[in-house]
C-alpha cells in the first residue's frame, strides 16, 4: 500500500492528463485532415532531393570519365621531359635517369654471371627525338597515327622522355632487337625472371588494350619519382 500511494504521489494529476490527452487528439485530426498534404510535400521534396542526388553523381561520373580518358592520346599517357640535370650516360648514346643507373648496372652485372648477355638499345628520349621517331617513320611506313601509335608514343606521351624507361636486347641475338621475338631469347626468360629485384618492369604486356606487347621496353619503378610518374598508368582504371 505505502508503496502504490508512493507512485499516485509521483504520477501526473488526472486533470493534466485529461487536457494532454485533448490536445493530442486535437493534433491528430489536424494531422489526419492535413496529411494527404503533408505526404504530397514530403513526395515532392523527397524527389527533388534523389533527383539533385543522381544529377551530382551524374556529373562526378562524367568528369571522372573525362579525366581517365581525356589525359591519353591514342592510348598513350602524357609523360613531362626530365630535366637534362638528372640524366646520366651510361654508355655512348645511353643516357637514363640518375635513379636508375646503378639497378640498372647492377642487372646487367648479375645477367652476366647467370651467362646472359643484355644489350641496352635506347634509355631516355628527347621529345624531338620522338617527334621525329613518330612523324617520319609513320610516313615512311604508310601508316595512321592509330596505327603507328600502337608501336610508338607520339612525342610528349613516351615513357622514354622520362628518363625512365630502357630498352633491352640480347646480345647474342640481334635480330631479335625491339622484334616481338625478344621474347623467346634468354635474355627475356632472364628478364622476366629478375627484373624486380632491379625494379624494372615490363610496360606493355600482352593484356594492354591500347598498345602492342614490347617485350623489350622496360620501366624502372624504384624510387619515389618513378613511382609517381607511373602511378596514372599503374592506377587500374
Ligand atoms: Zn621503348
Known amino acids: 500500500?505505502?508503496?502504490?500511494?508512493?507512485?499516485?504521489?509521483?504520477?501526473?494529476?488526472?486533470?493534466?492528463?485529461?487536457?494532454?490527452?485533448?490536445?493530442?487528439?486535437?493534433?491528430?485530426?489536424?494531422?489526419?485532415?492535413?496529411?494527404?498534404?503533408?505526404?504530397?510535400?514530403?513526395?515532392?521534396?523527397?524527389?527533388?532531393?534523389?533527383?539533385?542526388?543522381?544529377?551530382?553523381?551524374?556529373?562526378?561520373?562524367?568528369?571522372?570519365?573525362?579525366?581517365?580518358?581525356?589525359?591519353?592520346?591514342?592510348?598513350?599517357?602524357?609523360?613531362?621531359?626530365?630535366?637534362?640535370?638528372?640524366?646520366?650516360?651510361?654508355?655512348?648514346?645511353?643516357?637514363?635517369?640518375?635513379?636508375?643507373?646503378?639497378?640498372?648496372?647492377?642487372?646487367?652485372?648479375?645477367?652476366?654471371?647467370?651467362?646472359?648477355?643484355?644489350?641496352?638499345?635506347?634509355?631516355?628520349?628527347?621529345?624531338?627525338?620522338?617527334?621525329?621517331?613518330?612523324y617520319t617513320l609513320k610516313s615512311v611506313r604508310n601508316q595512321e597515327a592509330a596505327e603507328r601509335a600502337r608501336v610508338s608514343a607520339p612525342p610528349g606521351y613516351s615513357e622514354h622522355s622520362t628518363g625512365f624507361a630502357i630498352d633491352i636486347g640480347d646480345a647474342t641475338q640481334r635480330g631479335t632487337d625491339f622484334e616481338v621475338e625478344f621474347e623467346n631469347t634468354d635474355a627475356f626468360k632472364w628478364l622476366t625472371k629478375n627484373a624486380a629485384k632491379f625494379h624494372f618492369k615490363l610496360s606493355f604486356n600482352k593484356d594492354n588494350k591500347y598498345i602492342d606487347y614490347e617485350p623489350w621496353h622496360w620501366r624502372y619503378e624504384g624510387s619515389i619519382e618513378a613511382l609517381k610518374v607511373f602511378e596514372s598508368s599503374n592506377r587500374k582504371l
Open 1 to 134: 500500500m505505502e508503496q502504490n500511494k508512493d507512485i499516485n504521489q509521483l504520477d501526473i494529476p488526472l486533470a493534466k492528463r485529461i487536457h494532454l490527452d485533448n490536445s493530442n487528439s486535437i493534433l491528430l485530426k489536424k494531422l489526419l485532415i492535413f496529411s494527404p498534404v503533408l505526404i504530397l510535400l514530403f513526395s515532392i521534396f523527397g524527389l527533388r532531393l534523389i533527383r539533385s542526388t543522381e544529377i551530382v553523381s551524374l556529373r562526378n561520373f562524367n568528369f571522372q570519365a573525362q579525366i581517365n580518358h581525356g589525359h591519353r592520346i591514342l592510348g598513350h599517357l602524357p609523360y613531362a621531359e626530365i630535366p637534362k640535370e638528372k640524366l646520366v650516360l651510361v654508355e655512348p648514346n645511353i643516357e637514363v635517369h640518375r635513379d636508375m643507373l646503378d639497378s640498372l648496372l647492377r642487372m646487367r652485372e648479375e645477367a652476366k654471371k647467370d651467362g646472359i648477355y643484355l644489350v641496352f638499345l635506347s634509355g631516355y628520349r628527347s621529345i624531338n627525338l620522338q617527334n621525329e621517331i613518330f
